[in-house]
């Protein structure tokens, strides 16, 4: 499976990005599909999900902030980020899971700057 990434970049605070990731290679039913982040010194922490059914998790810190946008026909997750916050600041993964195994595209940095 192949994720690819696109969207980074950077921002001043309280302004918007879009980030996008397209999953292919895959087979079987991609269950779950969205991001998590990294920001240095930090775990890698979930910032938003969607399974295949529609069911969203959200970080409490980006609720109400960020939206995850999935099509499923076209295996493709974008989150849209919006009051950008410089806490936001971190290296982006997409993520996907299909059946029991996780895969990880490569990152793509978000700088908020203040």
């Known amino acids: 499976v192949q994720l690819q990434a696109s969207g980074g970049g950077l921002v001043q605070a309280g302004g918007s990005l879009t980030l996008s990731c397209a999953a292919s290679g895959g087979r079987g039913k991609l269950n779950s599909m969205g991001w998590y982040r990294q920001a240095p010194g930090k775990q890698r922490e979930l910032v938003a999900t969607?399974?295949?059914?529609?069911?969203?998790r959200y970080d409490d810190s980006v609720k109400g902030r960020f939206t995850i946008v999935r099509d499923n026909a076209k295996n493709t997750a974008d989150l849209q980020m919006n009051s950008l916050k410089p806490e936001d600041t971190a290296v982006y993964y997409c993520?996907?899971?299909?059946?029991?195994?996780?895969?990880w595209g490569k990152g793509t940095q978000v700088t908020v700057s203040s």
């Open positions: 969607m399974t295949s059914d529609g069911t969203t």
């Open positions: 993520y996907c899971r299909i059946i029991f195994t996780d895969y």
